[in-house]
């Protein structure tokens, strides 16, 4: 018996997303909350979103995080409140952060990983700070690689219009 099916049109040729010279149309950064990188989540998403054309910056702290703001084009920051740095001894690094990434020229969207390390007051005082400074979503931790997606993904339909975010200098 012969198999036929019918002829079907070769599909149109898609027209690839503009991505900048280093082949990432979405930069984010990561801040990490302990010292073994090796197992954090953040090495997992790196891998997982290199293929849709995310580039990931990781930073152990919050003065490296920092640095990677003033050198790189960010589109948004994942910030764990337990980012070790910043000013104060009292909390995390991730809380200074975001004060400083609120008074940046361009204030990328941020979502804030709410740590396991503090008490319930103390993290329902950091997470309340966190919303008054303007962040995005807060994350649970441990943080779901899907629940950090689903958020990236309302994050790019509410601040770029559901649509990549323009290089820097285009309209």
Same mark, same amino acid.
């Given at each position: 018996? @012969?198999? /036929?099916?019918?002829? #079907?049109?070769?599909?149109?040729?898609l027209? %690839?997303?503009? $991505? !900048? %010279?280093?082949? +990432?149309r979405?930069?984010?950064?990561?801040?990490?909350?302990r010292a *073994?990188?090796?197992?954090?989540? $953040? *090495?997992?998403?790196?891998?997982? /979103?290199?293929?849709? &054309?995310?580039? +990931?910056?990781?930073? =152990?702290?919050?003065?490296?995080?920092? =640095?990677?703001?003033?050198?790189?084009?960010?589109?948004a920051?994942?910030?764990?409140?337990?980012? %070790? &740095?910043? #000013? !104060?001894?009292?909390?995390?690094?991730?809380?200074?952060?975001? #004060?400083?990434v609120? *008074?940046?020229p361009?204030r %990328?969207p941020? /979502? /804030?990983?709410?740590?396991?390390?503090?008490?319930?007051k #103390?993290?329902?005082?950091?997470?309340?700070?966190? @919303?008054?400074? &303007?962040?995005? !979503?807060?994350?649970?931790?441990?943080?779901?690689?899907? $629940?950090?997606? !689903? $958020?990236?993904? *309302?994050?790019?339909e509410? =601040?770029?219009n559901?649509?990549?975010?323009?290089? =820097? &200098?285009?309209?």
């Amino acid at each position: 018996m @012969l198999n /036929v099916r019918p002829h #079907q049109p070769d599909p149109p040729e898609l027209t %690839p997303e503009p $991505t !900048s %010279p280093s082949g +990432a149309r979405f930069r984010v950064l990561l801040t990490e909350d302990r010292a *073994r990188p090796d197992e954090h989540w $953040t *090495r997992q998403l790196t891998q997982l /979103v290199r293929p849709l &054309g995310v580039q +990931a910056s990781i930073a =152990a702290d919050a003065k490296q995080a920092l =640095a990677i703001l003033e050198s790189t084009s960010i589109h948004a920051a994942v910030i764990d409140l337990n980012t %070790p &740095g910043g #000013q !104060s001894s009292e909390t995390g690094g991730g809380l200074w952060l975001l #004060q400083v990434v609120q *008074r940046l020229p361009h204030r %990328p969207p941020v /979502v /804030v990983v709410n740590s396991h390390s503090y008490s319930q007051k #103390q993290s329902g005082r950091m997470l309340n700070q966190a @919303l008054n400074l &303007g962040a995005f !979503s807060v994350v649970n931790w441990p943080v779901q690689i899907d $629940t950090l997606l !689903s $958020t990236f993904q *309302r994050l790019i339909e509410r =601040a770029y219009n559901n649509h990549w975010p323009p290089e =820097a &200098g285009q309209p």
